[in-house]
């Protein structure tokens, strides 16, 4: 059953690689609404007390279980909402650009791989849902794969990120030994302090914390949509998801860690939001400086809060990076020196742009007042309060600065517009969040309740959160230039890239180490090429040797040969003739003798008759 | 003294048989020859034996078989010179070059 609010999208995603791409938006937002509707019917289930659970096999020992529990029940139907009016959203403004195919493939993979984080209640399916997001991140920062920026913004926030959810293998891994099951929500006590800090790791590279805040930069190189749900409401939030589901297993003594690492993005991002020179940057930055407030409320001891600000983070971010999709179309770029008082020209807009940043100031009853409230209350109710709360307040106040500066410089100023932007589609995606936004803050303590969680609550931080507000609007509305070219706003802006940053410290000398083993994988080529042609050469000498014996033989054979020729004409001229002459001799003699015979019988007679006689001579001479 | 002449007799048979036997130019009187020649010889033979060693009996036999060879040999030979009569039209040596070796 929750299997297919996973498996919907997937086909999804698959139907629009597969279909025409004039069909993709309508296949991909047909499964997105199928999800919300999904979505609603879980809530609705698990709200009627019947928390669902299914379990599948998965690897020996290891299976994979979905569970829809308070918890992930709100936080699936809060992504499937935001993802459904951002696709809605997106389909006027892919209607303008290319790349609808991996557009919309990637949003609907992303959307699936999201539930997964959310609905996973083992390890295995966790990290499978989470390095999903990371990819379909990559694959679709790099929409506009035609310009250089996208491809650098995609590989930085992979490389990044992938670096970071090493944190949370290892995590992973050690509460696996520890414990020997990979369920998520059963109690352990005693966990290694570096699981947590693994697990730190992690959310730190995935929620642009400092030092890993500067991907999420690179990656407003994609489509605004993009950036709206992935790099502002959902992916960043996947690390705070993290946090919310693990920090029943956290060791104590990580928590300080942790809202240190929030407190110092807070400021720090915050910062840099300041002095930005471009809207969707700014954005970013505000982005990092929020999580960072999410981090910090769970460090401090109250993850009620940061479950809080998540859910009403979401809806503000979303639509404000959607309204800025909308001025991107026309002025085809989001730099504040473009975008001068776009406002004018698109009143409506401007009107839910400006409503989705007083939020992120935290003006009241609007939905960001609350959850803002709940931060600055858990940063005062903490242990370390000073620093906490001080970390908290600034970051509110640095919030309404840059919304204030934003608001200022969207509508103070002249500039044209074509206006030639079919907004139809864009509009009503933003409504509904607005909406929300509107009338959210109401409903937030009831939810949170409603996940076992306590949203705390204290009248200094309401006081405190209200006047760092106002105070902030005003002075961005009022005091804060357009552009900011010294120096110390340079460094700032530039997500503190000291010493040359990652570039110089770890990817040059990766490339470096590369270009090493190049070299060295050449110099291994040529030894073994040496190898082959010096036994080949071998073999060639050996070729000669066996030549050198084969004109030996040769030669042998020709003096015998030769022999053979002296023996013949030896043979012809001296024992031929030799034996020729004494055949001769016999034949004369036989001719000779032959007159012996020559028919005269007397004379035969007479011959015999002389021989006796010789004969008996012989005899009487010799005695016998 | 009997001994010696008929020793001369002998040898004066065979002087004559072997004149004859070489003088002669027809086969049948070489053959006349031939005879005489062995008679001659028996004749020794049978001198020795009557006054040498009269008691001995077995020269007897060797002289019938001596005789017996003469009269053998003397039809083989009037064989032969029949056939040659009968092909040739003659029996004289003179005219049997064409027994000669083909040169």
Redesign the interface.
């Known amino acids: 059953m929750l299997i297919l609010i996973i498996i919907i999208p997937i086909t999804a995603a698959l139907g629009v690689l597969m279909l025409r791409e004039k069909n993709a938006h309508r296949v991909a937002v047909t499964g997105s609404l199928l999800s919300l509707l999904l979505a609603g019917y879980i809530v609705w289930q698990v709200a009627a007390g019947k928390g669902i659970t299914n379990e599948f096999a998965g690897l020996p020992g290891i299976p994979f279980i979905l569970h829809a529990g308070q918890f992930s029940a709100i936080v699936l139907l809060i992504v499937t909402f935001v993802a459904f009016f951002i696709f809605l959203y997106s389909i006027g403004y892919m209607s303008l650009e290319k790349g609808k195919k991996t557009f919309w493939a990637g949003m609907s993979l992303f959307l699936a791989a999201m539930q997964l984080l959310v609905l996973s209640n083992d390890w295995v399916s966790f990290i499978m849902g989470w390095e999903l997001t990371g990819f379909a991140s990559y694959r679709l920062i790099a929409t506009w794969h035609h310009q250089q920026d996208a491809r650098e913004g995609s590989a930085k926030a992979f490389m990044i990120t992938r670096i970071t959810d090493m944190g949370l293998y290892l995590g992973v891994f050690l509460i696996f030994l520890q414990t020997g099951s990979s369920v998520i929500d059963i109690p352990i006590e005693n966990l290694t302090s570096l699981a947590g800090f693994a697990i730190l790791f992690a959310v730190m590279g995935k929620s642009a914390q400092v030092p890993f805040q500067s991907w999420l930069s690179g990656a407003m190189a994609g489509p605004t949509p993009v950036s709206s749900l992935l790099h502002s409401a959902t992916l960043v939030a996947a690390g705070i998801i993290l946090l919310l589901k693990s920090y029943h297993l956290l060791p104590a003594e990580v928590l300080p860690w942790i809202a240190a690492t929030g407190g110092i993005t807070i400021v720090a991002a915050g910062l840099t939001a300041v002095f930005s020179d471009d809207l969707k940057q700014m954005l970013a930055a505000s982005t990092s400086s929020h999580l960072g407030f999410m981090v910090l409320a769970v460090g401090a001891g109250y993850p009620g809060a940061a479950a809080a600000h998540l859910l009403a983070h979401a809806f503000m971010k979303s639509s404000l990076f959607l309204g800025a999709g909308i001025w991107q179309h026309d002025y085809e770029s989001t730099s504040f020196n473009k975008i001068r008082a776009a406002g004018k020209h698109y009143k409506f807009i401007y009107l839910l742009f400006a409503l989705s940043a007083a939020a992120l100031a935290g003006i009241p009853p609007l939905i960001g007042y609350f959850s803002k409230d709940a931060v600055l209350a858990a940063g005062l109710k903490s242990n370390s309060a000073f620093w906490y709360f001080s970390a908290a307040t600034a970051g509110a106040l640095l919030s309404a600065l840059y919304a204030g500066r934003a608001l200022s410089l969207l509508w103070n100023g002249n500039s044209k517009s074509n206006e030639a932007i079919p907004v139809w589609w864009m509009r009503t995606g933003m409504i509904f969040p607005a909406v929300l936004i509107i009338a959210g803050g109401f409903f937030l303590k009831p939810v949170l309740k409603f996940m076992h969680l306590v949203m705390p609550h204290s009248t200094a931080a309401i006081a405190i959160g209200i006047a760092a507000a106002v105070i902030g609007l005003a002075t961005g509305w009022l005091f804060l230039s357009k552009q900011y070219k010294n120096a110390v706003a340079n460094f700032i802006r530039n997500n503190y890239t000291i010493a040359g940053g990652y570039r110089r410290w770890v990817v040059e000398p990766a490339l470096q180490l590369a270009q090493m083993t190049v070299s060295v994988d050449k110099v291994l080529d040529k030894m073994v090429d040496g190898t082959g042609t010096m036994f080949y050469q071998l073999s060639r000498a050996v070729f000669i040797f066996e030549k050198i014996i084969g004109y030996l033989v040769q030669g042998i054979g020709q003096l015998g040969i030769w022999l053979g020729h002296i023996t013949d004409k030896s043979d012809d001229a001296g024992i031929d003739e030799a034996v020729r002459g004494i055949a001769n001799f016999f034949k004369k003699l036989g001719?000779k003798g032959?007159k012996l015979?020559?028919?005269?019988?007397?004379r035969e007679?007479?011959w015999s008759?002389a021989g006796f006689i010789g004969f008996i001579l012989i005899l009487i001479v010799l005695n016998l | 003294m009997e001994l010696t002449a008929s020793l001369i007799i002998g040898v004066v048979l065979f002087g004559i048989g072997l004149y004859g036997a070489l003088s002669q130019t027809n086969l049948v009187m070489i053959m006349m020859g031939v005879e005489l020649m062995l008679g001659a010889a028996m004749l020794n033979l049978v001198v020795f034996w009557r006054y040498l060693h009269p008691e001995t009996y077995s020269l007897q036999m060797f002289v019938l078989v001596g005789m017996t060879v003469m009269a053998l040999e003397a039809a083989v030979g009037f064989a032969v010179a029949t056939q040659r009569f009968r092909s040739k039209g003659s029996v004289e040596t003179e005219e049997a070059s064409n027994l000669k070796e083909e040169q």
């Open positions: 001719v032959q015979q020559n028919g005269m019988v007397h007679l007479l008759v």
